[in-house]
T-cell receptor, first 114, second 111 residues
């Protein structure tokens, strides 16, 4: 079955550490997105990529970095510069410039600072 | 600034009744509006999309309306069931192919 796989499901980060969240899709989608979800708030866009080797900052990119070397993969690194990283992180994808269908989301990674 | 507001209170309804959720927005000119369902600890699942030139869209027991003059969408779940209990998210798709989301409304259907 086609879909998006996020790993790990739970991640614990120590102060000052960088951690990388994985997002892989086998839907042949061009566009991929990273969102952050905090309790009581809507999903906020961190980074997005419409094609391989190209990505743009979203609304809350500070403290995060991404790469898009392959169509299937869009990993997110939470750097030590992100002061409040505890949140639920969601990866999504859709065919490029497809406005008929919605996003396909992964199951999320819950990141906790310890 | 741009803002998307959904019912701030959780919605508790009796099985078989209709749940009506509201999504209001300001400083947006969305070409499309989408609704998603999210269960606890899971990613959102796409339900319905409605275009700016459409007034109403239906899918099984779901109905969405879109009023660009009022800057509002209504989402209805008819003949509600306990399995409909979840958080429902409204999302706006502007001209930049990015979705902006509301905070969601949590619906609980009592048997």
């Amino acid at each position: 079955d086609g879909g998006i796989t996020q790993s790990p499901k739970y991640l614990f980060r120590k102060e000052g550490q960088n951690v990388t969240l994985s997002c892989e899709q086998n839907l042949n989608h061009d566009a991929m997105y990273w969102y952050r979800q905090d309790p009581g708030q809507g999903l906020r866009l961190i980074y997005y990529s419409q094609i391989v080797n190209d990505f743009q900052k979203g609304d809350i990119a500070e403290g995060y970095s991404v790469s898009r070397e392959k169509k299937e993969s869009f990993p997110l690194t939470v750097t030590s510069a992100q002061k409040n990283p505890t949140a639920f992180y969601l990866c999504a994808s859709r065919p490029r410039r497809d406005r008929v269908n919605g996003y396909t989301f992964g199951s999320g990674t819950r990141l906790t600072v310890v | 600034s741009q803002k998307i507001e959904q019912n701030s209170e959780a919605l508790n309804i009796q099985e078989g009744k209709t749940a009506t959720l509201t999504c209001n927005y300001t400083n947006y000119s969305p070409a499309y509006l989408q609704w998603y369902r999210q269960d606890p600890g899971r990613g959102p699942v796409f339900l319905l999309l409605i275009r700016e030139n459409e007034k109403e869209k239906r899918k099984e027991r779901l109905k969405v309306t879109f009023d660009t003059t009022l800057k509002q969408s209504l989402f209805h779940i008819t003949a509600s069931q306990p399995a409909d209990s979840a958080t429902y998210l409204c999302a706006l798709d502007g001209n930049d192919y990015k979705l902006s989301f509301g905070a969601g409304t949590t619906v609980t259907v009592r048997a």
